[in-house]
């Protein structure tokens, strides 16, 4: 049974880069039944989307860390039932999504509950998806929503459309080889590692790789300036770039893509280089929805650890520093970067 034969249909995806990066599968599938599809996003959600051909159109919904109460956005969402669209689609159960969803004036208004919701979020649902095996990976799971609703294709996986003119820009950065690091997680910092363990490993891995070379992007916020810079001067080498200013998604994504490998956390830049086919090595702390997160492949290697905090089911750490990731050693880090990056350079 294939989906419905829906002409219009809206996604609503209200998170940040990661959240994107694994709906782009199921927007992609939704997108080859012939559909038009648009996406009510954030701001980061529609630059990254920009990247995605099948994408038509970005309705654009700022957050941050607290966001607005959904109400503060009835103006775009009025433009929005105005569209008439055959069906909206959340695939995270957040109470923001489910409400936008259920108030989009379309005709059919679906969403995949992914936790406790309050009432008012599911009013206007017209049908419900119950939560998936979160042990699949977080895209394999939005796929499978839309199999429970008649989808029986093959998953299109990730296609970027990056322009030229960036991928130029990204070899005219860095000399070959090198390697991009993200030190920063714009979710938590307890997602977060010591810099000076971070300056550890880089020196590790240039006494078996002396010509690899270190790039350093970041949000551009004061925080993770600061971090980047310490990290310079925790360095004191000629061979780390900083990028300090926030770069353009299609320069970004030039640039992690000319990369050999990505190094770095459980953050949204992860899961774009492992969407854009780069190797990985990151670090984890133990949560319920991380094996859905993680990287699947030889081609990515993840450091764990069990986390108290996420056992208990309540913060102990205090500080912003995560006691279970700095029990990681720089040695086990610089050994798999150094072993990653061997392999890459053998295949290639």
């Not at 970005?58 to 941050?64: A, H, K, Q, S, V």
């Not at 970041?218 to 971090?227: F, K, T």
Request: hydrophobic share 40%; net charge positive; with cysteine.
């Amino acid at each position: 049974m294939p989906l419905p034969p829906w002409k219009k249909v809206l996604v609503v995806d209200l998170g940040f880069l990661g959240d994107t990066v694994h709906s782009i599968p199921a927007i992609r599938a939704i997108a080859q039944t012939g559909a038009r599809v648009d996406v009510m996003t954030t701001p980061v959600g529609a630059d990254l989307l920009g990247l995605v051909p099948e994408v038509n159109r970005c309705w654009i919904i700022p957050l941050r860390k607290p966001s607005p109460p959904p109400w503060k956005n009835l103006g775009t969402l009025l433009a929005i039932r105005k569209e008439r669209y055959d069906a909206a689609i959340s695939f995270a159960g957040s109470d923001r999504n489910l409400f936008c969803t259920g108030w989009s004036g379309a005709r059919e208004r679906v969403a995949h509950l992914t936790g406790r919701n309050a009432w008012p979020s599911n009013w206007r649902l017209t049908r419900t998806i119950s939560r998936r095996d979160r042990g699949q990976p977080v895209f394999e799971q939005r796929l499978s929503v839309l199999r429970d609703l008649g989808w029986e294709g093959a998953n299109p996986g990730w296609a970027w459309a990056i322009p030229k003119e960036d991928e130029a820009w990204a070899k005219r950065q860095v000399s070959s080889p090198f390697l991009h690091l993200s030190i920063s997680a714009a979710s938590s910092p307890l997602n977060e590692w010591p810099l000076d363990a971070w300056s550890d490993v880089l020196h590790r891995v240039w006494e078996k790789a002396p010509e690899t070379r270190v790039v350093v992007t970041g949000s551009g916020s004061r925080r993770e300036i600061a971090r980047q810079a310490d990290l310079l001067s925790l360095a004191q080498d000629g061979r780390v770039q900083n990028f300090f200013d926030p770069l353009p998604m299609a320069r970004f994504a030039a640039l992690l893509r000319a990369s050999q490998l990505h190094v770095g956390l459980d953050s949204g830049v992860l899961h774009l280089a492992m969407a854009l086919g780069k190797p990985t090595v990151s670090l984890f702390r133990e949560s319920v929805g991380r094996p859905g997160w993680e990287p699947r492949g030889a081609a990515h290697q993840i450091i764990l650890r069990s986390c108290e905090c996420a056992e208990a089911g309540q913060q102990k750490c205090s500080g912003g520093r995560a006691l279970c990731l700095s029990r990681i050693s720089p040695d086990e880090v610089a050994r798999l970067v150094s072993e990653s990056l061997n392999s890459t350079r053998t295949s290639g």
